[in-house]
């Protein structure tokens, strides 16, 4: 997926510009081959997407046991689980490494670690363009979770003004950054993407394994901001007769949940990698809930969509616009009742729930696929490495 041709010259910066050329790319994010969680999807999908386009990636990352495979390592504590430090030396290897790999662009995906503040000076300093996609999610709400998020984005705001774009998921959290002072100019939105060839509707057979005539699934990591308590509560309250909830993710709360809602009809699985089975588990899914308090745009919300699963999921971050007219848009403000509601609606109404199946598949086909995505991030490196090329054009 990774590689550094040895065929390449110096990048050309004449009069015609780098495009000429194809376009090398220091890509800054999360190995692949690290824990299943969005950032993680992100950063694979993106990078085997960019190469089989025909770009170069370059990939940087914190994991030491990936740094023979033709991607940089760079060293770095783990502080909190999605908080990530840079050691001494970190800015001046990745400075170094950029020169030697001779790259054209560089993409940060956020949040990578605090040497994502220091980006921008570094490709100032070597004359190539850097580009940012702005994962922390947020909600525009006086809750606090929504104040805590404010706080962040405005932590941000500075360092991302440094950047020649921003990438953003929706209009929502692009206002947001120009509230806080980042540039309009610099901000793009493309939303994040899935594969809707791969994840499809189709059968499966794992409802078998779990018992039950219907399977309601939540799937993602479990930290408290995710909300799981309350989806767990409501179908306890509301008992639909013949469901039954799979719980796919694992973080902090897991064990936590797993005690307080022990019961026959309610399955933890911890974390679940494989994209296989991931699949599986969706295709036979008769809905998909995301009460979460504070989201981005969730990979996995797509991709239960694009397998043609119902969804109910709470209007924060940019999800609201995603499945108005083709899901279930619960109110993080009354979460707790419109979950009781979806549980049961969805339960005593299968139809229903095949018809929002079949609407989410289409709303993903239409705005939210990984081709769209990548021909959209790869006109904008394109567009940047032309004009850096041109700036450093012998007489520009």
Not at 293 to 303: D, N, T
Request: proline fraction near 5%; aromatic fraction near 6%; include cysteine.
């Amino acid at each position: 997926m990774l590689r550094l041709p040895d065929t390449r010259g110096p990048a050309s910066h004449g009069t015609d510009g780098p495009s000429q050329e194809r376009i090398r790319v220091a890509w800054l994010g999360h190995h692949p081959d690290g824990a299943g969680d969005g950032l993680t999807t992100y950063t694979r999908e993106m990078t085997r997407g960019l190469t089989a386009r025909d770009l170069d990636v370059v990939l940087f990352h914190h994991d030491r046991s990936h740094d023979l495979d033709g991607s940089v390592a760079l060293r770095a504590w783990r502080i909190f689980d999605r908080l990530t430090v840079e050691r001494a030396g970190s800015r001046r290897r990745l400075e170094s490494a950029l020169r030697e790999h001779d790259v054209d662009v560089v993409h940060v995906s956020l949040l990578f670690s605090n040497l994502a503040l220091d980006v921008p000076r570094v490709c100032r300093r070597l004359g190539l363009p850097s580009i940012a996609t702005l994962h922390a999610p947020f909600d525009v709400r006086t809750t606090w979770w929504g104040g805590l998020s404010r706080v962040l984005y405005r932590l941000y705001s500075r360092p991302l003004s440094g950047y020649d774009r921003v990438i953003v998921f929706g209009e929502a959290q692009r206002q947001l950054l120009i509230d806080m002072g980042v540039p309009a100019g610099a901000l793009v939105v493309i939303p994040n993407g899935v594969d809707v060839h791969s994840w499809s509707p189709g059968p499966s057979s794992l409802r078998q394994r779990f018992g039950g005539d219907r399977l309601f699934t939540f799937m993602g990591r479990l930290g408290a901001e995710k909300n799981v308590d309350k989806l767990l509560q409501a179908f306890r309250d509301v008992d639909p007769p013949g469901v039954r909830l799979l719980i796919a993710g694992g973080g902090k709360e897991r064990a936590r949940l797993e005690r307080r809602y022990a019961s026959e009809r309610i399955t933890f699985l911890g974390d679940v990698r494989q994209h296989e089975d991931r699949v599986a588990i969706l295709r036979a899914s008769d809905a998909f809930f995301l009460p979460s308090l504070i989201e981005g745009l969730s990979l996995a919300l797509l991709e239960a969509m694009a397998c043609g699963v119902a969804v109910a999921a709470t209007d924060v971050g940019v999800h609201g616009d995603v499945l108005r007219g083709a899901g279930i848009v619960l109110d993080p403000m009354r979460v707790e009742a419109d979950l009781r509601l979806a549980i049961r609606t969805l339960a005593d109404s299968p139809r229903l729930g095949r018809e929002l199946g079949r609407a989410a598949r289409r709303r993903v086909v239409s705005r939210y696929s990984l081709d769209a995505n990548l021909d959209r991030v790869v006109s904008l490196y394109g567009s940047l490495v032309q004009v850096s090329g041109a700036a450093l054009a012998p007489g520009a």
